[in-house]
Nanobody, 123 residues
Framework: QVQPVESGGGLVQPGGSLKLSCTSSGSIFGFDAMGWYRQAPGREREFVGAISSAGMTVFAEPVKGRFTISRDTTGNTVYLQMNRLRSDDTAVYYC?????????????????WGQGTQVTVAS
């Protein structure tokens, strides 16, 4: 099952934290690079952050210092830890796998997107 599946979204107050999970299996070449994106109402989907097969991470400027990405020991689940959340973090968050990781970003695979999970930051 290569198609990733996200979970962990919900409602959180400004300043709070939330941890999203993205699970994908089926890699036959070791750990796949995985990326997180988000799309707010009326806006284009935007890059949030990504992790390489070797565990390197890269983040978009709006979330640097607040979000982190990690992976479990099996390599099949990637986590997006979101801290100090703000109202403008409200969006549907999507996971992508088997894209191309670069030091300045991530190039998503056009087929391997998850269905998304809603994150709402509101008091």
């Amino acid at each position: 099952q290569v198609q990733p599946v996200e979970s962990g979204g919900g409602l959180v107050q400004p300043g709070g934290s939330l941890k999203l999970s993205c699970t994908s299996s089926g890699s036959i070449f070791g750990f796949d690079a995985m990326g997180w994106y988000r799309q707010a109402p009326g806006r284009e989907r935007e890059f949030v952050g990504a992790i390489s097969s070797a565990g390197m991470t890269v983040f978009a400027e709006p979330v640097k210092g607040r979000f982190t990405i990690s992976r479990d020991t099996t390599g099949n689940t990637v986590y997006l830890q979101m801290n100090r959340l703000r109202s403008d973090d409200t969006a549907v968050y999507y996971c992508n796998t088997r894209g191309s990781f670069a030091s300045d970003g991530y190039y998503p695979h056009r087929h391997y997107w998850g269905q998304g999970t809603q994150v709402t930051v509101a008091s």
